[in-house]
């Protein structure tokens, strides 16, 4: 099979994009990031177009020959190239591209698109498990970017293009930018780990390998057309978040200890350094910061004969596991604020 990946450098990307080599696919990559930069340079036989997803010619040009697109390249502002990016540029940045992918595989009639969107999309949770009927109200920039992109998804298939669209949770594996990498360096480093709220609540996540594989069973299933699928770990694999972070701690024989900050204050002074964009978490993260979040993957399982194959401690486990061994290029910058977090903690209140 022939096909076209977008965002091929990054997490999910790295996962599908082997995936796919070791079944034999030929493969076209597009990534805003040159190749060399995330050692992510193609094998022989396979083309590297370094461009922009909001560049219409390039995505027509990238879109001819192939079977199957899948488009995975989205902007968030917790990933480094984007962090510059004010939410109106996420929000524009990402319509654009879902945008272009879908006018490029029409024009050139591509057999098959597989969107991946985002949990994101709900918002904050009012049931639990969530299904894919739950209400759409994102928190911000990004998730209201997926929300709109869902409904251009539903106008191709109107118009007679094959498209499934994945909503996964928090993706971990191999790559991995973003808050989670603050809390892995947190626990590499021994230094406290901040907790937001008790850590009482479940959050799901979601294996980058896992979803690879939901990725190519959707474009494999023709009676996918047309579906929005869930993509998460199997909710009974999933502990409270304290216990997740206790469970990591102890897997890298770390002397972090947990701080917990009360969520009011963390919302309160999250805002606040929103407004002058001095923030290190985005409104998704706090404002979700003490709720339990799981969705049902019950209709994924069914419609493309998937499930996953990793849980959650597993997953977060095994992506510091990489994160510790070959990560340097992906920690983080000392965010201002959370220098000043660890130097306001007294050693008194650093324990589990």
């Not at 990054?10 to 060399?36: E, I, Q, Y």
């Not at 094998?43 to 995975?72: K, S």
């Not at 191999?174 to 590499?188: A, H, N, Q, Y």
């Amino acid at each position: 099979m022939h096909a076209l990946v977008t965002g091929s450098s990054g997490l999910l990307g790295h996962c599908l994009v082997a995936r796919l080599r070791a079944r034999g696919d030929r493969l076209r990559l597009f990534d805003v990031v040159p190749p060399d930069a995330t050692g992510s340079a193609p094998h022989d036989g396979e083309q590297y177009i370094q461009a922009d997803m909001r560049d219409r010619a390039a995505l027509e040009a990238a879109a001819r020959g192939v079977e199957v697109i899948y488009h995975l390249a989205a902007a968030q502002r917790m990933k480094p190239q984007f962090a510059g990016l004010s939410e109106r540029e996420i929000f524009d940045m990402n319509l654009a591209g879902v945008t272009n992918v879908l006018h490029a595989a029409a024009a050139a009639q591509v057999r098959k698109v597989v969107f991946v969107s985002s949990s994101g999309i709900y918002g904050l949770p009012r049931t639990v498990p969530c299904r894919e009927d739950h209400p759409a109200q994102p928190l911000g920039a990004y998730g209201e970017s997926k929300l709109r992109a869902e409904e251009l998804c539903r106008d191709a298939i109107g118009r007679g293009l094959d498209v499934t669209t994945l909503r996964p949770m928090s993706l971990f594996g191999p790559r991995m930018t973003g808050i989670f990498v603050m809390l892995f360096e947190w626990v590499r480093t021994g230094r406290p780990v901040y907790m937001l709220g008790r850590g009482d609540n479940r959050v799901q996540m979601t294996s980058a390998w896992d979803a690879a594989d939901a990725c190519i069973q959707a474009a494999d299933t023709p009676a996918s057309r047309g579906e929005f699928l869930n993509i998460g770990s199997a909710p009974d694999t999933v502990p409270t978040v304290y216990e997740q972070v206790c469970a990591l701690i102890r897997h890298a024989g770390s002397g972090s200890r947990v701080v917990r900050v009360p969520v009011s204050l963390l919302r309160t002074g999250a805002r606040a350094l929103n407004l002058v964009r001095l923030s290190p978490i985005v409104p998704e993260h706090y404002l979700l910061a003490d709720r339990t979040f799981i969705l049902d993957i019950t209709r994924a399982r069914q419609a493309l004969n998937w499930a996953p194959r990793v849980g959650n401690v597993q997953m977060m486990n095994d992506a510091y596991d990489w994160y510790a061994r070959e990560g340097e290029r992906y920690r983080p910058q000392p965010h201002p604020i959370l220098q000043l977090l660890d130097w306001l903690t007294p050693a008194r209140v650093r324990t589990v």
